[in-house]
């Protein structure tokens, strides 16, 4: 290695990524920490009536630093409960390159859940209609 390329203060190129919004990118030359590639915000209301709006905001995230870094995909929430109902909010940087294995896994919690409330509601509607029909049989 030259003496020239260990030089710590030599302007960095900056590699922007295709999905880097450069409005919102601070990377710089200087390369100084806390800098990083951002990509455009997505922004996902999701409306299930409730009293308190969910909104999921994603957005790719890559620091920027002298060496390889990971490419992040930022989640921010607002809106969801805890388990006392109090609205709370957070923010989290899964590795992208989780979230397949991540997706699926949430997919398929999804998915038992779902199959159980059918089963549920289908229990509740049995039931409903057996002491319906009693109360037509045993009525006045
Ligand atoms: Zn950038």
């Known amino acids: 290695m030259s003496e020239k390329s260990q030089n710590k203060s030599e302007p960095k190129i900056v590699r922007h990524s295709e999905w880097c919004d450069q409005q919102k990118c601070t990377a710089t030359p200087a390369c100084a920490n806390g800098e990083s590639h951002q990509g455009t915000p997505v922004v996902m209301p999701l409306e299930r009536g409730g009293p308190f709006p969910v909104t999921v905001t994603a957005q790719l995230h890559m620091p ?54 059918k089963i549920e509601l289908t229990e509740y509607l049995n039931t409903f209609r057996a002491a319906h029909t009693d109360e037509e049989v045993t009525g006045p």
């Open 64 to 117: 920027h630093a002298d060496w390889l870094t990971e490419v992040y995909i930022k989640i921010e929430w607002t809106g969801l409960t805890n388990a006392d109902h109090v609205t709370v909010g957070g923010t989290a940087y899964i590795p992208a390159d989780l979230i397949g294995e991540l997706s699926q896994a949430l997919g398929g919690l999804a998915a038992r859940a779902s199959a159980d409330k």
